[in-house]
């Protein structure tokens, strides 16, 4: 047996050095890149993208947000509107090379999905508006879904599946639906792709929605049924920044609100009450660490 050879500890030392300043020098030259995927969900007046990057850059971390609607600045001319506000959980979309398209040449180190319209998602007895949708099986929400995941895994980049909190009328259904993204979630980590599994980041917002509905009131959270008002942009954006980075959001100072897209660069933002941004950091921290899903 050979003789092991005698490690230097300075030589090992000098060696952490110059990789932590290569990994800090790599950081600071390349942004991590988000690519958020859906309409209004994220870009509706203003988006959720303008908080999560706040909490970022108060965190000293770069990231960029990428949507792939037509319009804004960070426009990929793809519009899901275009599909009848279909969601990415439908074959016809999960499908489509155009979208896979923007997956694959971004080069983006997250991506972030979400399977909404609980009328696709909860069995076809369940007591819904007339409106709701054809009820999809869950095989073929798996199937759709893990169209994109694979495609997300095989570019390099890694899936964020966001729980959305769905219409503020089906209230009564946010435990169910949450419970088919949880096995939604499972599928797409038992997926092998390339040999492996690879882990799934879920955001469980619907339930921080329904904690904050029931201290705000659905007119102090909501917008109209299906969006949320700028507080609640606000708390999305908090929480998608503690899933992909793993900070705790209360030591962000971060309170601006979103700004609606038509608002001049210059005007001043409104920020948050301290009270409301301490007990939505806290909301946002309890699920993360306790792993909430």
Not at 162 to 175: I, K, S
Not at 197 to 222: C, Q, T
Not at 259 to 265: E, S
Request: aromatic share 10%.
């Amino acid at each position: 047996m050979g003789k092991m050879e005698k490690k230097n500890p300075v030589r090992i030392f000098m060696v952490g050095i110059g990789l932590s300043i290569a990994s800090v020098f790599c950081d600071a030259q390349s942004p991590k890149r988000v690519l958020f995927l859906g309409n209004s969900v994220w870009d509706y007046e203003g988006g959720v993208h303008q908080p999560f990057l706040g909490f970022c850059d108060a965190a000293g971390l770069e990231f960029r947000a990428i949507s792939q609607m037509r319009s804004r600045e960070n426009a990929h001319g793809v519009e899901f509107l275009d599909y009848g506000r279909i969601p990415l959980n439908l074959p016809e979309v999960a499908g489509d090379e155009e979208i896979l398209s923007i997956v694959r040449t971004g080069d983006y180190d997250y991506v972030i999905v979400e399977a909404r319209r609980s009328g696709y998602l909860l069995p076809a007895w369940a007591d819904l508006p007339k409106d709701r949708g054809s009820h999809i099986p869950f095989d073929r929400n798996l199937e759709a879904l893990g169209k994109i995941h694979r495609t997300i895994v095989e570019s390099g980049a890694q899936t964020v599946l966001y729980v959305h909190p769905g219409l503020h009328t089906l209230e009564r259904y946010r435990l169910p639906v949450a419970q088919i993204y949880a096995q939604l979630h499972s599928g797409l980590e038992e997926m092998e792709i390339g040999g492996s599994r690879h882990e799934v980041i879920l955001v469980p917002a619907s339930f921080l929605w329904g904690d904050a509905v029931k201290k705000y009131g659905v007119e102090g959270w909501y917008a109209n049924p299906g969006h949320g008002n700028a507080l609640a942009r606000f708390a999305s954006g908090c929480m998608l920044y503690t899933y992909l980075t793993g900070r705790d959001p209360r030591e962000n100072d971060f309170r601006a609100l979103p700004q609606n897209w038509d608002t001049r660069a210059e005007s001043p933002a409104a920020v948050v009450s301290e009270e409301d941004a301490e007990w939505i950091k806290r909301q946002v921290w309890l699920y993360y660490s306790t792993g909430r899903n």
